[in-house]
């Protein structure tokens, strides 16, 4: 079944305090918070061991930021926290915001979901949704807080699924121009070949996620983003 939120309200006279609980007085209508819930009970171990400093840089979403181990590493000198977990989707990342994103008040949230929800049979337009609930949320509650959203990759063991990836990939384009604090991030384009086809050398056996020449192209088109 597609996971799909309450489409966001325009803001009203009520201002930022209507807004603040409208998002939280909702729950997700398909989202299952138990799936992931011993996951992300492991990430928020680590905050009670060693709490990340706030205004940091907060890197959530699904598998590709799970296994982005290097992450700290390819960064180097910027507090970044990684926050992924397992195979969700951007549902979850909604439901587990205020978990994995607003206890560190991050300055910026780099965001990558969606691949496994069209994956899924999750119509692209539901992603999109279930994008703006996220960033709707990030507003209310951390308004300043700059969003970067990495595009969906072409990931060859999917690529018969490049056209409602595409769809999706524009739809959320669309909703980060209307946000001067949101990036939209393309790392598609530049992960395919001169003849438009997702380049086997940048992925894993599985053809689904990235080796270090795959994180190699996002680290060089996010740095020059995180480091201004």
């Known amino acids: 079944m597609s996971r799909m939120y309450p489409p966001p309200r325009r803001r009203t006279h009520a201002g930022l305090f209507g807004l603040f609980c409208w998002v939280f007085a909702l729950s997700p209508l398909h989202a299952d918070p138990g799936l992931w819930k ?5 990430l928020t171990k680590l905050d009670a061991e060693n709490p990340p400093a706030p205004h940091g840089i907060a890197f959530v979403g699904s598998s590709s930021i799970r296994f982005w181990e290097t992450l700290a590493q390819d960064f180097p000198g910027l507090p970044v926290i990684r926050r992924g977990f397992g195979g969700s989707e951007l549902a979850d ?8 994103v607003l206890p560190y008040h991050p300055d910026t949230v780099v965001l990558y979901a969606g691949e496994n929800d069209i994956h899924a049979g999750v119509p692209p337009e539901t992603v999109a949704k279930n994008f703006e609930f996220f960033r709707q949320k990030l507003r209310a509650t951390l308004p300043d807080t700059r969003l970067i959203y990495i595009t969906m990759k072409p990931s060859p063991a999917r690529w018969e699924e490049r056209e409602k990836a595409t769809r999706a990939n524009a739809l959320i384009a669309a909703a980060c121009a209307t946000d001067p604090h949101c990036i939209f991030l393309d790392v598609y384009s530049a992960m395919l070949d001169t003849n438009g086809q997702p380049r086997p050398e940048l992925f894993r056996e599985d053809k689904l996620h990235m080796n270090a020449d795959g994180y190699a192209i996002w680290i060089r088109l996010l740095n020059p983003l995180l480091r201004k």
Do not use: L
Request: no cysteine.
């Open 93 to 100: 990342s909604v439901f587990y915001y205020d978990r994995i």
């Open 38 to 42: 011993t996951a992300v009970d492991e």
